[in-house]
T-cell receptor, first 115, second 111 residues
Framework: GNSVTQMEGPVTLSEEAFLTINCTYTATGYPSLFWYVQYPGEGLQLLLKATKADDKGSNKGFEATYRKETTSFHLEKGSVQVSDSAVYFCALSGTGGTSYGKLTFGQGTILTVHP | DADVTQTPRNRITKTGKRIMLECSQTKGHDRMYWYRQDPGLGLRLIYYSFDVKDINKGEISDGYSVSRQAQAKFSLSLESAIPNQTALYFC??????????FGPGTRLLVL
C-alpha cells in the first residue's frame, strides 16, 4: 500500500536559518504530493502541492520538488521566521484502486523557530 | 465564516457513552472525510464519503460510525466511547482536484 515517511522531529532552528524537512514515499502509479501545515490550535491547511514528476510546488517562501527517481518531496525554505513554527505534514493522494481519492499522511514534523 | 466547521470543539465524556461529532461545509464539495490525529502518528482516515449515497471505511473504522445527512453535513459517532479514542478529530472536504480542506478539529477526551 501507499506510505509516507518524514524525517523525525522535532526540528529547532534560529530565525533566518535554512530549513529542510525530508519526505519520501511509496506508492503505485503517479500520485500527487502535498505539504500541509498545522499552526497551533488550528486544522491543517495546504502549503503546496505538485502533481507530476519534476514539478516544483511553492508558497510563502517554501518549495518542494517532486522527484520520482528518488521518490522524494523534501520541503525547503531559505530563511525561516518565528511565525513558521508549526507542524508540517507530507502527504500523497492515491491514484487508483482502494487508494483513489484518499490522502496518506506522514507522521508530521514539529518545527520550532527561535528569535 | 469558516468553510468547514466542526462541533463541538472540545468534548469530555466517559467510557461507554455515545457521542456524535458534527461537520458542516459551505464549499459545495461532494467528498468528505473524518480523520483522527494522535501524537507521532500523523492523521489516520476513519471514514470517507464521495457523495451523499456513498460511505466507505478508512483504515481505522472499528468503534466508529458515520452519517452523511446531506452534501454539506457529515457526522461521526462513537457508539460506546473508550479511553483510547481520546484524540484530535478532523473533518475535511475535497473536490476532484484532490486538495483537502480541513476543519479546526474537535479535541475529545474519554475518561
Amino acid at each position: 500500500g501507499n506510505s509516507v515517511t518524514q524525517m523525525e522531529g522535532p526540528v529547532t532552528l534560529s530565525e533566518e536559518a535554512f530549513l529542510t524537512i525530508n519526505c519520501t514515499y511509496t506508492a503505485t502509479g503517479y500520485p500527487s504530493l502535498f505539504w500541509y501545515v498545522q499552526y497551533p490550535g488550528e486544522g491543517l491547511q495546504l502549503l503546496l502541492k505538485a502533481t507530476k514528476a519534476d514539478d516544483k510546488g511553492s508558497n510563502k517562501g517554501f518549495e518542494a520538488t517532486y522527484r520520482k527517481e528518488t521518490t522524494s518531496f523534501h520541503l525547503e525554505k531559505g530563511s525561516v521566521q518565528v511565525s513558521d513554527s508549526a507542524v508540517y505534514f507530507c502527504a500523497l493522494s492515491g491514484t487508483g484502486g482502494t487508494s483513489y481519492g484518499k490522502l496518506t499522511f506522514g507522521q508530521g514534523t514539529i518545527l520550532t523557530v527561535h528569535p | 465564516d469558516a468553510d468547514v466547521t466542526q462541533t463541538p470543539r472540545n468534548r469530555i465524556t466517559k467510557t461507554g457513552k455515545r457521542i456524535m461529532l458534527e461537520c458542516s461545509q459551505t464549499k459545495g464539495h461532494d467528498r468528505m472525510y473524518w480523520y483522527r490525529q494522535d501524537p507521532g502518528l500523523g492523521l489516520r482516515l476513519i471514514y470517507y464519503s464521495f457523495d451523499v449515497k456513498d460511505i466507505n471505511k478508512g483504515e481505522i473504522s472499528d468503534g466508529y460510525s458515520v452519517s452523511r445527512q446531506a452534501q454539506a453535513k457529515f457526522s461521526l459517532s462513537l457508539e460506546s466511547a473508550i479511553p483510547n479514542q481520546t484524540a484530535l478529530y478532523f473533518c475535511a472536504t475535497s473536490d476532484r482536484a484532490e486538495t483537502q480542506y480541513f476543519g479546526p478539529g474537535t479535541r475529545l477526551l474519554v475518561l
